[in-house]
């Protein structure tokens, strides 16, 4: 359905003379007149120019008007990016005011938020961007993505930052991580256990290689020192062969828990020319260590914020807070 409504502003309180002198029928007969005259559409511009005696209000009434009774289409300009058009509609269908999208077909309404959305790609775009871009109203608009969601064209999915809003993808894509949360979140709900779990493991993993070194390099620390490291990629072997997960993770995956395990101060990490072609990350691999301090640092230089890669995001407002932070709270033990 190409129905739809303009966005609503605030009335002009210097046109309330004219307002008396209103006729709202009387401007969408005008605005029709004036899509005849542009038969490739109108501009809020050429709209604005045309009717200067009619408040902003009392034009996007009229629009809303004419949309919803199927006499106009909202088009989206193909040669101004962010412009929208106002094109009379064509009864006969010579114009092709119906489209095929997906093999299913959809009238130009749906089209231009059906773009919309695809131009977000595994983003995903909220509904009140498509509303601002659009100049729909609520109603018109949730009716036009449900009629494309019961196409199957597109889709809602939650995002884990705000589980009360939905984005807007293709019906085919596969929404990023940083909208699902990737593999550390289930039903939009962090997995505090298995990613302690992860922890747990690859830290006993890399304390284990690093036992197997003392013991087969005694009097040789170089040595002692370079075949304690292993790579992401053969932890990631390793930790799949487990079965911890349900799923099979990946080589970023079980970095994001080492950098943890960095963080705490309980592995190292280097970097060095792959061997192998295979390697993820092209001609660089990750190896990591387990690490045994020699001395017993002081409280105050294990103060975490200070190695915080989040400490700019942490505040009273934010996802991250210091009453909040395990790791401060932790510190603040001692």
Known sequence: MA?????????????????????????????LQLCLQFPNGVTDKILENSFRSVTMQQRVSALNRLLSLNKIDLLKSATESGTFLYRIRDTTGASG???SVGGT?????????????????????????????TKLSQTILNKTLKSLESKKLIKAVKSVHASKKKVYMLYEMTPDPSITGGTWYSDHEFEAEFVRVLNEQCARLLD???????????????????SAFMSSNELVALINEMGIATVSLTVQDIESILNTLIYDGKIEKTTVASTTTTAEGGAKQHLYRSVVAMLESSPVVRNPCGICPVFKDCHDDGLITPETCIYLNKWLDF
């Open 208 to 226: 284990e290689r690093l036992e197997e070194s003392i013991k087969k390099f005694p009097n040789d620390p170089f040595l002692r020192r370079t």
């Open 3 to 31: 129905s739809s409504q303009a966005k609503s502003e605030p009335m002009d309180t210097n046109s309330s003379a004219e307002a008396s002198d209103f006729d709202p029928v009387n401007l969408e007969s005008e605005i």
């Open 97 to 99: 005011s119906s489209i």
């Open 105 to 133: 077909t959809t009238d130009q309404m749906e089209r231009v938020v059906y773009q919309l959305v695809k131009e977000s790609g595994t983003l995903g775009i909220w509904m009140r961007d498509i509303r601002t871009k």
